[in-house]
T-cell receptor
């Protein structure tokens, strides 16, 4: 069965540093991978999508890489701020592009002043 | 941007009662909506895909008679938890796609509904 792994331990970093979160998956070849932000008691908010034929995608302070050989995506937040503190989820499309998603459990990021 | 709302945000009910949760796309039409459940510190689990004007498609292991889904219009889908029990207590989240705008690879999520069954 498909499996998505995100680091279950919280990531604590200092303000201004770059946060790097990892998403590993097995047993599937997704058409695309997405990253979401989720705050406590709230629904996920879409951040970035990267397709299987893309290596890297950027949006402001965010960068996502996608290595389909390693079956891994890395999510980077540069110049991190305390407001970036949240849980970050990765999600894979498992329906060949028809947007049926399976989610990882998320990694909680805490940015300290 | 596309906005999805859910109502209620929180609900507490007694065991054996039914609870209805509404999911609305506020500024776009959604032929497809999704319902997820999330337990504490766990990932979102897809329960079912709701299609306007047709029957919902349920994921394996989700009881369709317990979780009734109705997608009667292009802006509203409802999830009814029938004969709720304490193990149904969870965070229920819906999402919708703005397919008419040609956006098929992004889901817009609602804020979620916290259900507590006593």
């Amino acid at each position: 069965s498909q499996k998505i792994e995100q680091n279950s331990e919280a990531l604590n970093i200092q303000e201004g540093k770059t946060a790097t979160l990892t998403c590993n998956y097995t047993n599937y070849s997704p058409a695309y991978l997405q990253w979401y932000r989720q705050d406590p008691g709230r629904g996920p908010v879409f951040l970035l999508l990267i397709r299987e034929n893309e290596k890297e995608k950027r949006k402001e302070r965010l960068k996502v890489t996608f290595d389909t050989t390693l079956k891994q995506s890395l999510f980077h937040i540069t110049a991190s701020q305390p407001a970036d503190s949240a849980t970050y989820l990765c999600a894979l499309d498992i329906s060949g592009g028809y947007n049926k998603l399976i989610f990882g459990a998320g990694t909680r990021l805490a940015v300290h002043p | 941007g596309a906005v999805v709302s859910q109502h209620p945000s929180r609900v507490i009910c007694k065991s054996g009662t039914s609870v209805k949760i509404e999911c609305r796309s506020l500024d776009f039409q959604a032929t497809t909506m999704f319902w997820y459940r999330q337990f504490p510190k766990q990932s979102l689990m897809l329960m079912a895909t709701s299609n306007e004007g047709s029957k919902a498609t349920y994921e394996q292991g989700v009881e369709k008679d317990k979780f009734l889904i109705n997608h009667a219009s292009l802006t509203l889908s409802t999830l009814t938890v029938t004969s709720a029990h304490p193990e149904d207590s969870s965070f229920y989240i819906c999402s919708a796609r703005d397919e008419l705008a040609g956006v098929t690879d992004t889901q817009y999520f609602g804020p979620g509904t916290r259900l507590t069954v006593l």
